[in-house]
């Protein structure tokens, strides 16, 4: 079984800056496409960034555009999200995942972090 472990959550005044990081073990002599979901309470779980195998393309939910990067580390399937700008309603429990069979842009994720908190206040 491959576990994500994930790091960076805190408590940002909005306009702040928080990166947050994945770090995956197990079977990591795959390699898998990655990605960002984030749940506040009360409401569904959502996309927020993804990146290929390779770290060449890239995808974004509209309300992160411009203010979030998603970005592939040095040791293999180790994945980031450098998050600017926050704003309240970036608030959430934001997860990790791993997609280890689809092609992109199709993932269909396989393997979920635990989560990570991330508060900004106003």
């Known amino acids: 079984q491959v576990q994500l472990v994930e790091s960076g959550g805190g408590l940002v005044q909005a306009g702040g800056s928080l990166r947050l990081s994945c770090a995956p073990s197990g079977r990591t002599f795959i390699t898998y496409a990655m990605g960002w979901f984030r749940q506040a309470p009360g409401k569904e779980r959502e996309f927020v960034a993804a990146?290929?195998?390779?770290?060449?393309?890239?995808a974004y939910a509209d309300s992160v555009k411009g203010r979030f990067t998603i970005s592939r580390g040095d040791a293999k399937n180790t994945v980031y999200l450098q998050m600017n700008s926050l704003k309240p309603d970036d608030t959430a429990l934001y997860y990790c995942?791993?997609?280890?069979?689809?092609?992109?842009?199709?993932?269909?994720?396989?393997?979920w972090g635990q989560g990570t908190q991330v508060t900004v206040s106003s």
């Open positions: 990146i290929n195998r390779s770290g060449s393309s890239t």
């Open positions: 995942a791993a997609d280890a069979r689809s092609l992109w842009p199709n993932e269909q994720y396989d393997y």
